[in-house]
């Protein structure tokens, strides 16, 4: 199975930046709305950002919403998210995902495709 592969996490203070990666080698993802997600131990993946493929629509949680930017490249090869403004609740392993929209809650789906994620730490 193809596998997306995430990268450009780190540790950050505060109000600093990042920008993540994702990888969605080949033809396999051009077609789909593609998105981010974080989890932290013990909980759930959360939705942070979904790119809609075909209108470039983006849509955001509330938490992050005016902080980080999800985009995509034209070959729809890459995807980043943007991250700026930094809080310490940002802190979570992000990963990207095909994403579905089920009852206003949008889901990463495709499991077999899931990649290893890529930890953001932000400290006060």
């Known amino acids: 199975q193809v596998k997306l592969v995430e990268s450009g996490g780190g540790s950050v203070q505060a109000g600093g930046s990042l920008r993540l990666s994702c990888a969605t080698p080949?033809?396999?993802?051009?077609?789909?709305?593609m998105g981010w997600f974080r989890q932290t131990p013990g909980k759930e993946r959360d939705f942070v950002a979904v790119?809609?493929?075909?209108?470039?629509?983006?849509y955001y949680s509330d938490s992050v919403k005016g902080r980080f930017t999800i985009s995509r490249d034209s070959a729809k090869t890459t995807m980043y998210l943007q991250m700026n403004s930094l809080k310490p609740e940002d802190t979570g392993r992000y990963y990207c995902?095909?994403?579905?929209?089920?009852?206003?809650?949008?889901?990463?789906?495709?499991?077999?495709?899931w990649g290893q994620g890529t930890q953001v730490t932000v400290s006060i």
């Open positions: 995902a095909p994403a579905s929209l089920s009852d206003g809650v949008w889901y990463a789906t495709f499991k077999e495709h």
């Open positions: 080949g033809s396999t993802f051009r077609a789909a709305d």
């Open positions: 790119h809609i493929w075909d209108s470039a629509r983006t």
